[in-house]
């Protein structure tokens, strides 16, 4: 049965999709299959993927209204992580939500056939607490958080704690916090490394190692449709990112 991670954080910027795509690939590169999910109605994952969410017959939203089973709505790929994309249509299935029974378990039910079929599915959440994030919490097995090592004000960590520890209350009691994800990290500054100090000290979070460092290698690579581990193959950023992929496998 393969690992369902989510990277979550209520707060927008931090990396999340950027780690979700750039592990998703580093997972490949292991031998591992892997499913990207795409959790936010701005599919920024799925145009870093190199898909125009315009140009999709299917998305996420589709399995959301009950239209259509997962499995016809994966788009699938030799190299690259298999993609179960969004689009805006997902912030309608948000509305259409809130009024449903069981709304909290929509994700984890359309997951459960694939997840023999993937090693790792990765679950990229958008920048709110609300319905959808809670789907992508309540489907996973693990919780990553990434945060942003640029700027001390990490108040939202607690409120997705908080979060964290309701959806093991109420529909979720296995979900595990992997630790967080330092990103955009600049060694050379004071600030960077009294973030990652007061990340741990005020909310007890784990950091995995290592940090992925600031780079802007990172930032080109969406804009290609594909993440740094394939754009800039052997910089800084892309082994960081190997080495976090290993951290992780050698946990779950
Ligand atoms: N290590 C990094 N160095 C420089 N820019 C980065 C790095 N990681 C992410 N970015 C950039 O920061 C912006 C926000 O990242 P993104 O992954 O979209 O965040 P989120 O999904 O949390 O909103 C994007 O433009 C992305 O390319
Ligand atoms: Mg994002």
Do not use: W
């Amino acid at each position: 049965m393969g690992s369902i991670i989510a990277f979550a954080n209520q707060k927008g910027g931090v990396a999340k999709t950027t780690t979700a795509h750039t592990l998703g690939d580093a997972f490949v590169e292991m031998g591992n299959s892997v499913l990207l999910v795409d959790l936010d109605p701005q599919a920024c994952l799925t145009y870093a993927m190199g898909v125009d969410p315009d140009t999709l017959d299917l998305t996420l939203h589709d399995v959301f209204a009950g239209r259509v089973k997962t499995e016809e709505v994966v788009v699938e790929s030799d190299e690259s992580p298999a993609l179960l994309p969004s689009s805006i249509d997902l912030a309608g299935a948000e509305v259409h939500l809130l009024t449903k029974t069981g709304r909290e378990f929509v994700l984890a039910r359309a997951l459960k056939p694939l997840v023999d079929r993937y090693d790792y599915l990765l679950i990229d959440c958008g920048p709110s607490l609300g319905i959808l994030t809670i789907n992508g919490l309540t489907a996973a097995d693990q919780v990553a958080i990434p945060f942003q090592c640029d700027t001390l004000s990490q108040r939202g960590v607690g409120q997705l704690l908080e979060t964290v520890s309701d959806v093991r209350s109420f529909t979720n009691d296995d979900l595990a916090v992997l630790g967080g994800i330092a990103t955009m990290f600049d060694g050379r500054t004071r600030l960077a490394h009294q973030v990652l100090e007061s990340i741990e000290q005020q909310h007890g979070l784990r950091v995995l190692p290592p940090p992925i460092p600031k780079s802007v290698r990172v930032a080109e690579a969406p804009g290609k449709g594909r993440s740094v581990l394939n754009h800039a193959r052997s910089s800084k950023p892309a082994a960081a990112y190997r080495d976090l992929a290993a951290t992780i496998a050698s946990e779950i």
